[in-house]
């Protein structure tokens, strides 16, 4: 006979789901409170904000950022639809739609310099998620970059969709594979059959719900270490953005540093405190 759990329990489990809820509902808010403003120009009102000296956070606020990081920065080996060091301290996720100008405009004016400055230093890394807005033909294109990634050319058929806007029938089938050979796509027929696939269908729909699930209005969104960012804002507010997650990436890591070494007592091999020289320096680089 099944055994009900205890109204302690039941209690419990309904306050786990309402902290869920309320997170949730507490990203939403902040991602929706950051695309409003001028919808028309695809920038947020809240630029300032991103660019800020990283002052001193509210710590349930700051949990929550590293909760939504550690949820939707996904750090997996391989993923051809990502860039940089799968351990980099700072994810940048994008959630965009490859008919959003927007979008484009962050792909050719801010993206090379976030790669040259920061994905290269091995600080960053840039996950990419396909968002689709704008019905049929985004789908159809989110689907066609999945294909180009199982053959490594995920990035090569980004860039070229990102070149200029292309909107309705420049997406169809036939358009998306000559972009798809002239960006190194080498086989052709596997590409038109996984761009049709399950599996392809499967990680669009794994993209979007991601995104409605954050509350995500528009593209393109971005999330930063969790800490959302919307619209195609100036290159200056992702560098700040960025070198303020790392700032608190590199903080938090020497908070935990250094909270496990109380907890272990002296280091030294004989019992005695590490001393201060290349070897203890060595260790904590």
């Known amino acids: 006979m099944p055994v009900s759990a205890s109204p302690t329990r039941k209690l419990a489990a309904i306050g786990a789901v309402i902290a869920l809820v309320v997170a949730v509902i507490a990203i939403g808010v902040a991602i929706g409170k950051s695309a409003e403003g ?57 959630y965009a739609d490859y008919q959003c100008s927007f979008c484009g405009r962050f792909t050719r004016e801010t993206q090379p310099g976030l790669i040259k400055k920061f994905v290269d230093a091995g600080t960053l890394r840039i996950e990419f998620r396909n968002f689709t807005v704008f019905g049929a033909d985004s789908e159809r294109a989110a689907r066609a970059s999945w294909a180009a990634g199982q053959q490594g050319k995920f990035w090569q058929l980004h860039d070229a969709l990102y070149a200029k806007t292309r909107k309705g029938k420049a997406l169809a089938e036939d358009k998306l594979v000559e972009l798809a050979r002239s960006s190194g796509v080498d086989d052709i027929d596997t590409f038109r059959a996984d761009m049709k696939s399950a599996d392809a269908e499967r990680a669009l729909k794994k993209d979007q719900a991601e995104g409605y699930q954050l509350g995500v209005q528009s593209t393109p969104s971005f999330l930063i270490n969790g800490r959302p960012v ?35 007592g002296p280091s030294g091999k004989d019992g005695s405190a590490a001393k201060d020289g290349p070897a203890a320096k060595g260790a904590g680089e």
């Not at 009102?45 to 700051?62: H, K, L, V």
């Not at 997996?76 to 799968?86: H, T």
């Not at 200056?236 to 540093?257: I, L, P, S, W």
């Open 38 to 94: 001028d919808r028309g120009t695809g920038r947020g009102s809240a630029p300032e904000a991103a660019a800020s000296d990283a002052p001193e956070e509210d710590p349930a606020q700051q949990k929550m950022f590293d909760d939504l990081a550690k949820r939707t920065s996904r750090r997996e080996d391989g993923d051809p639809l990502a860039v940089g060091r799968k351990d980099a301290p700072v994810v940048l996720v994008e």
């Open 230 to 264: 919307a619209g195609a804002q100036p290159a200056e507010v992702f560098a700040q953005a960025v070198k303020d997650a790392a700032a608190r990436a590199d903080k938090k890591g020497t908070a935990d540093k250094n909270g496990a070494t109380d907890k272990s």
